[in-house]
């Protein structure tokens, strides 16, 4: 048995958990701002270094190419990393979703179990006369559709035996 107090901490529960999300998502918005810093900072030392080699130096050009790999793979990663956490919030969203519909369906139910609860006996005979009363009409209609087929079968087979002593008489007629 399941009690409001019970779906309103599963309710709490749930709210806290998608705070928590949320708040899981803002840091990583400001992890993915502090790499794209990093990414400016790496970007502004790989062109300072491609000055440099255009220059002449031939001593850095190993040390220009091993940034600029880092600095793909920093993107790379970071795009990587995007993504995972992109997935990762639609997975919790429907997962969210699917608790609070659940939640919402059982604090329904508990509604329609204390509306129930507290009705009279009146109102209980009503409801019980009620679902009786469906039945008994269900149960007409299936005889009321058995019956006028049957009337039909039932016309059809007097037409065409009015037709025949028609035709008969037709034929004593002629003779």
């Known amino acids: 048995v399941v009690t409001r107090d019970d779906v309103e901490e599963s309710l709490k529960a749930v709210f806290q958990f998608v705070k928590d999300k949320e708040q899981l998502l803002q840091d990583l918005h400001s992890q993915i701002e502090e790499t794209k810093k990093k990414i400016a900072e790496k970007q502004r030392e790989r062109d300072y270094w491609l000055e440099y080699k255009n220059v002449g130096s031939k001593i850095h050009a190993e040390r220009i190419s091993s940034l600029e790999k880092d600095i793909a793979d920093?993107?790379?990663e970071l795009e990587r990393a995007e993504e995972y956490y992109r997935e990762a919030l639609k997975v919790v969203r429907e997962e969210n979703q699917k608790l609070f519909d659940r939640?919402?369906?059982?604090?329904?139910?508990?509604?329609?179990?204390?509306?129930?609860?507290?009705?009279?006996?009146?109102?209980?005979?009503?409801?019980?006369?009620?679902?009786?009363?469906?039945?008994?009409?269900?149960?007409?209609?299936?005889?009321?559709?058995?019956?006028?087929?049957?009337?039909?079968?039932?016309?059809?087979?007097?037409?065409?035996?009015?037709?025949?002593?028609?035709?008969?008489?037709?034929?004593?007629?002629r003779v």
Do not use: F, G, P
């Open 74 to 76: 920093v993107k790379y």
């Open 103 to 173: 939640h919402m369906r059982l604090l329904s139910e508990e509604a329609l179990k204390n509306a129930v609860r507290y009705l009279d006996k009146n109102c209980h005979r009503e409801i019980e006369e009620n679902e009786w009363l469906k039945e008994e009409v269900k149960i007409y209609r299936k005889e009321e559709r058995d019956l006028k087929a049957s009337v039909q079968l039932l016309e059809e087979e007097n037409t065409s035996l009015v037709a025949k002593l028609i035709d008969i008489k037709l034929q004593h007629l």
